[in-house]
């Protein structure tokens, strides 16, 4: 018998083989073990020695063998299975069934072969005997592959895998990025959406909490301060306005004075020290907020939030800590180049100017000369808003005149009473008594300090010292705009300065005609000094420190003549002063004056202000005037027209010797004075000889397609020269130009239906069959060269005007270049020296 075969007893089956590269202890799966040993208790209670003995029992039997053995166990099964069954060639779940006449579905089924193919019976074979050589007392069954084998079989397995890996991946990947592109984008968008709202809701949360409570609530703004660093433009915005309503409702009404180092080491109550926390909380985060704006103000994406945010900030709480940081970004934007951002800037200092009880005059002091400072910085370059908000300016003229005097008289006889008692009893006092009186009369200063400080109404000497101060810094600003438009072009640059290249001086000049009482006389001679030179520059006068200057406009010259005239008016009794030279500039003015590039009302209102306001006029002027502004009338629109008709009426009743112009005859007999004949081109009223003329003007501007016009030329053409009439003139220049202005946009010219009617009826009912061909030899009848004499006549003191005008503006510019000439030789002259 031969030996018999070692029965092997295989171990349970193993779990799936895994690498040791692809176990990973994590430091949670240690963490777990740690926190849960009462569970893990019998990991060391097993017995290792039971179990090492079951698995080494096959211990002869080799590695590979006993692989081979599990594989062909597991194929064994797998038949068994399919032989039950009837194994189907394919799966059931990837396949489609098949419907039968019945209703019943069924899957089409191959039976497999039962016998094994000849390679793999040859391959079982081979490995059986092979073990059987090598291993006496092994089953046959068990294969044992070499090296190389298992090898190649492992590679393969690995590139099968990763090959399926890939295939799979790219197909997931086509069929799923563009799903999760979208829906990850979809999830960011909803995100920011609900972030936000969280945002916006606790931001209301936040606001309300602090209004309702704000001692116990303050911690709250420094999370609103960080809700603003957010980068969304609408959480930002939402959040500065939200701060911006809670500190206009919480900032108490004193400026807050935080405790020093020895009052925070004093020991003090509960409540006070819960004020502290407060106060400290408060203005900390108000400085933050106040930092917040204005790095946003320069940036345009929030300049306007912020500028709104901080000239609401001032206009509310003007009394308040750091307002001088909010005021200095107040005056930096009111010459902005946005028109919103100025606006709101000037109309923030006009309330703070208008509005001085709030902070009783310091932001006044402080923003004008904060401007001030800006119109220096930038050479009077600025946007008219920023001076012309000074015309919001009050002050007090007679403020504590009264109560200075008497408070003087009291005080001169109290110093001489106690001079007198100090005399007597010098001898007889004693060293405790000068003491005691010392001490008395400090306590006395300390209350009367005191009493002061409470008392809600300001000092009087302290509010006259801030008004100083303002109209310092005004009248400051004033001279300096008057001595920039004063500069010779060869201190302006290279380049000439263009004719309304001074944007200050308009306001100035109207600031300077309102302020002009409070001017101290000693500077009043300079500025009509500089008024003159300014109303003729760019007039060829005979002046020749006006040929360097720069050139202004009509409209500007013609408000230097209103503001000396303004000037002259409210100081009547301290100055005696010559106006011939600003009549002399209004009477060349009337015929540079251009509608379209000049300002009418302005015109007229210098006709008003030199000539219509109750001032008695010499003859010769009063005519001149009369003889150009019945020339203008004719020359311009109706609005000029009519002012300056007015101002012919107006004129004519003042003086009845002028009324000799309404009569045809020409040369005027003995009133024409030393002038015989008219001079039109005399630059001088008085050396015009107009008493010498006729108003031929008013006929033509009777005929003025104007209803309003013409009636005014009718009327004025009416006027008798008897000297019992008395007239009386209902309107000015500025109120007649003012109402035809507004009239004149809807104003339509219309025909009269009644003549046209009339003529129809005289004329021949033959007429109405003449040919278009009959008009035409109707007007070739009418000799062209009578009519072109005609105009040529009558528009004929038009064209020399116009030619006395470039003359002049040649002879200006043939003098400027000799005076720099003759400069240029005087510093050559010195360089040589």
């Given at each position: 018998?031969?030996?018999?075969k070692?029965?092997?007893?295989?171990?349970?089956?193993l779990p799936?083989?895994i690498?040791?590269?692809a176990?990973?202890?994590?430091?949670?799966?240690v963490?777990?073990?740690?926190?849960?040993?009462?569970?893990?208790?019998?990991?060391s209670?097993?017995?290792?020695?039971?179990?090492?003995?079951h698995?080494?029992?096959v211990?002869?039997?080799?590695?590979?063998?006993?692989?081979?053995?599990?594989?062909?166990?597991?194929?064994?099964?797998?038949?068994?299975?399919?032989?039950?069954?009837?194994g189907l060639?394919?799966?059931?779940v990837?396949?489609l069934?098949?419907?039968?006449?019945?209703?019943?579905?069924?899957?089409?089924?191959?039976?497999?072969?039962?016998?094994?193919?000849?390679?793999?019976?040859?391959?079982?074979?081979?490995?059986?005997?092979?073990?059987?050589?090598?291993?006496?007392?092994?089953?046959?069954?068990?294969v044992?592959?070499?090296?190389?084998?298992?090898?190649?079989?492992?590679?393969?397995?690995r590139?099968?895998?990763k090959k399926?890996?890939?295939?799979?991946a790219?197909?997931?990947?086509?069929?799923?990025?563009?799903q999760?592109?979208?829906?990850?984008?979809?999830?960011?968008?909803?995100?920011?959406?609900?972030?936000?709202?969280?945002?916006?809701?606790?931001?209301?949360?936040l606001?309300?909490?602090?209004?309702?409570?704000?001692?116990?609530?303050?911690?709250?703004?420094?999370?609103?301060?960080?809700?603003s660093?957010?980068?969304?433009?609408?959480?930002?915005?939402?959040?500065?306005?939200?701060?911006?309503?809670?500190?206009?409702?919480?900032?108490?009404?004193?400026?807050?004075?935080?405790?020093?180092?020895?009052?925070?080491?004093?020991?003090?109550?509960?409540?006070?020290?819960?004020?502290?926390?407060?106060e400290?909380?408060?203005?900390?985060?108000?400085?933050?907020?106040?930092?917040?704006?204005?790095?946003l103000?320069k940036?345009a994406?929030?300049k306007?939030?912020?500028?709104?945010?901080?000239?609401?900030?001032?206009?509310?709480?003007?009394h308040?800590?750091?307002?001088?940081?909010?005021?200095?970004?107040?005056?930096r934007?009111?010459?902005?180049e946005?028109?919103?951002?100025?606006?709101l800037?000037?109309?923030?200092?006009?309330?703070?100017?208008?509005?001085?009880g709030?902070?009783?005059?310091?932001?006044?002091?402080?923003?004008?000369?904060?401007i001030?400072?800006?119109?220096?910085?930038?050479?009077?370059?600025?946007?008219?808003?920023?001076?012309?908000?000074?015309?919001?300016?009050?002050?007090?003229?007679?403020?504590?005149?009264?109560?200075?005097?008497?408070?003087?008289?009291?005080?001169?006889?109290?110093?001489?009473?106690r001079?007198?008692?100090?005399?007597?009893?010098?001898?007889?006092?004693?060293?405790?008594?000068?003491?005691?009186?010392?001490?008395?009369?400090?306590?006395?200063?300390?209350?009367?300090?005191?009493?002061?400080?409470?008392?809600?109404?300001?000092?009087?000497?302290?509010?006259r010292?801030m008004?100083?101060?303002?109209?310092?810094?005004?009248?400051?600003?004033?001279?300096?705009?008057l001595?920039?438009?004063?500069?010779?072009?060869?201190?302006?640059?290279?380049s000439?300065?263009?004719?309304?290249s001074?944007?200050?001086?308009?306001?100035?000049?109207?600031?300077?005609?309102?302020?002009?009482?409070l001017?101290?006389l000693?500077?009043?001679?300079?500025?009509?000094?500089?008024?003159?030179?300014?109303?003729?520059?760019?007039?060829?006068?005979?002046?020749?420190?006006?040929?360097?200057?720069?050139?202004?406009?009509v409209?500007?010259?013609?408000?230097?003549?209103i503001?000396a005239?303004?000037?002259?008016?409210n100081?009547?009794?301290?100055l005696?002063?010559d106006?011939?030279?600003?009549?002399?500039?209004?009477?060349?003015?009337?015929?540079?004056?251009?509608?379209?590039?000049?300002?009418?009302?302005?015109?007229?209102?210098?006709l008003?202000i030199?000539?219509?306001?109750?001032?008695?006029?010499?003859?010769?002027?009063?005519?001149?005037?009369?003889?150009?502004?019945?020339?203008?009338s004719?020359?311009?629109?109706?609005a000029?027209?009519?002012?300056?008709?007015?101002?012919?009426?107006?004129?004519?009743?003042?003086n009845?010797k002028?009324?000799n112009?309404?009569?045809?005859?020409?040369?005027?007999?003995?009133?024409?004075?030393?002038?015989?004949?008219?001079?039109?081109?005399?630059?001088d009223?008085?050396?015009?000889?107009?008493?010498?003329?006729?108003?031929?003007?008013?006929?033509?501007?009777?005929?003025?397609?104007?209803p309003?016009?013409?009636?005014?030329?009718?009327?004025?053409s009416?006027?008798?020269?008897?000297?019992?009439?008395?007239?009386?003139?209902?309107?000015?220049?500025?109120?007649?130009?003012?109402?035809l202005?507004?009239?004149?946009?809807?104003?339509?010219v219309?025909?009269?239906?009644?003549?046209?009617?009339t003529k129809?009826?005289?004329?021949?009912?033959?007429?109405?069959?003449?040919?278009?061909?009959?008009?035409?030899?109707?007007?070739?009848?009418?000799?062209?060269?009578?009519?072109?004499?005609?105009?040529?006549?009558?528009?004929?003191?038009?064209?020399?005007?116009a030619?006395?005008?470039?003359?002049?503006?040649?002879?200006?510019?043939t003098?400027?270049?000799?005076?720099?000439h003759?400069?240029?030789?005087?510093?050559?002259?010195?360089?040589?020296?």
């Amino acid at each position: 018998m031969g030996k018999k075969k070692q029965k092997i007893v295989l171990p349970p089956e193993l779990p799936p083989e895994i690498p040791d590269e692809a176990v990973e202890v994590s430091d949670e799966d240690v963490a777990f073990v740690a926190e849960n040993r009462e569970y893990t208790g019998f990991l060391s209670n097993l017995d290792t020695k039971s179990i090492n003995k079951h698995v080494t029992r096959v211990a002869d039997v080799k590695e590979d063998d006993l692989e081979s053995l599990y594989e062909k166990r597991i194929r064994k099964r797998s038949l068994d299975k399919e032989a039950e069954e009837q194994g189907l060639e394919v799966d059931p779940v990837d396949a489609l069934p098949v419907k039968t006449l019945d209703g019943k579905l069924y899957y089409r089924t191959v039976p497999k072969a039962t016998q094994k193919s000849e390679s793999e019976d040859k391959d079982e074979a081979n490995a059986n005997k092979a073990n059987a050589n090598k291993d006496g007392g092994t089953d046959a069954s068990v294969v044992r592959l070499t090296k190389a084998e298992k090898r190649a079989k492992l590679k393969k397995m690995r590139k099968e895998a990763k090959k399926q890996a890939k295939e799979g991946a790219e197909v997931e990947g086509i069929e799923k990025i563009p799903q999760a592109e979208v829906l990850d984008e979809v999830r960011k968008d909803m995100t920011v959406e609900e972030d936000n709202e969280k945002k916006k809701f606790r931001l209301a949360e936040l606001g309300t909490a602090l209004l309702t409570d704000p001692e116990l609530n303050i911690k709250s703004l420094k999370e609103m301060l960080e809700i603003s660093k957010d980068g969304d433009r609408d959480i930002v915005v939402l959040a500065l306005k939200s701060l911006l309503a809670v500190f206009r409702d919480i900032i108490p009404g004193y400026r807050i004075r935080l405790p020093t180092e020895k009052e925070q080491e004093m020991k003090v109550s509960k409540a006070i020290k819960k004020m502290r926390f407060y106060e400290s909380t408060l203005l900390s985060a108000y400085k933050a907020y106040i930092q917040k704006l204005i790095a946003l103000e320069k940036q345009a994406v929030y300049k306007r939030v912020a500028v709104r945010c901080i000239c609401t900030l001032l206009e509310a709480v003007p009394h308040f800590n750091f307002r001088e940081s909010l005021l200095a970004a107040v005056i930096r934007n009111i010459s902005s180049e946005d028109d919103v951002s100025r606006k709101l800037c000037c109309s923030t200092v006009k309330s703070l100017f208008s509005n001085e009880g709030k902070h009783g005059g310091e932001v006044t002091v402080e923003a004008v000369q904060m401007i001030a400072d800006l119109v220096k910085d930038h050479d009077c370059q600025l946007h008219p808003d920023s001076i012309e908000v000074f015309m919001s300016l009050t002050f007090d003229e007679d403020l504590g005149k009264r109560e200075a005097r008497d408070a003087d008289n009291k005080f001169k006889s109290k110093n001489a009473k106690r001079k007198n008692l100090k005399e007597l009893k010098e001898s007889a006092a004693n060293e405790k008594k000068k003491a005691r009186k010392e001490m008395m009369s400090k306590t006395r200063e300390e209350v009367t300090a005191e009493l002061k400080a409470a008392s809600l109404t300001t000092d009087i000497t302290e509010r006259r010292r801030m008004q100083s101060d303002a109209l310092s810094a005004v009248f400051q600003t004033f001279f300096r705009v008057l001595k920039h438009a004063l500069r010779p072009r060869s201190e302006a640059g290279s380049s000439p300065q263009a004719p309304g290249s001074h944007p200050l001086l308009a306001p100035c000049l109207n600031g300077i005609g309102k302020f002009c009482q409070l001017i101290d006389l000693d500077f009043m001679s300079d500025l009509m000094n500089y008024l003159r030179k300014l109303a003729g520059s760019g007039n060829n006068s005979g002046d020749s420190s006006m040929d360097g200057s720069a050139c202004l406009t009509v409209s500007e010259r013609l408000q230097c003549c209103i503001a000396a005239f303004k000037v002259m008016r409210n100081n009547l009794d301290a100055l005696n002063v010559d106006l011939q030279d600003f009549f002399v500039q209004l009477y060349n003015l009337i015929i540079e004056y251009r509608p379209g590039r000049d300002k009418g009302e302005i015109l007229a209102e210098a006709l008003k202000i030199m000539l219509c306001d109750d001032r008695q006029h010499d003859m010769q002027r009063a005519a001149a005037f009369i003889k150009r502004l019945a020339t203008f009338s004719l020359c311009f629109g109706s609005a000029e027209s009519l002012a300056a008709l007015v101002t012919v009426k107006h004129l004519l009743q003042k003086n009845v010797k002028c009324r000799n112009l309404l009569e045809n005859d020409a040369g005027g007999g003995s009133v024409s004075g030393a002038i015989a004949k008219y001079q039109p081109y005399a630059t001088d009223p008085n050396l015009s000889g107009a008493l010498a003329s006729v108003l031929w003007e008013l006929n033509l501007l009777s005929k003025h397609y104007h209803p309003a016009v013409s009636t005014m030329a009718s009327n004025v053409s009416m006027l008798s020269t008897g000297d019992n009439q008395v007239y009386q003139s209902n309107k000015s220049p500025t109120q007649a130009f003012k109402e035809l202005s507004l009239e004149q946009e809807s104003f339509i010219v219309k025909n009269d239906p009644k003549s046209s009617s009339t003529k129809r009826k005289k004329g021949n009912a033959s007429l109405e069959h003449i040919s278009i061909g009959s008009d035409l030899d109707f007007t070739a009848q009418i000799d062209e060269n009578d009519v072109r004499k005609k105009l040529s006549e009558h528009y004929l003191l038009l064209h020399d005007i116009a030619e006395n005008e470039r003359l002049r503006g040649e002879l200006a510019r043939t003098t400027l270049s000799l005076k720099l000439h003759e400069q240029y030789k005087k510093q050559k002259k010195r360089r040589t020296k």
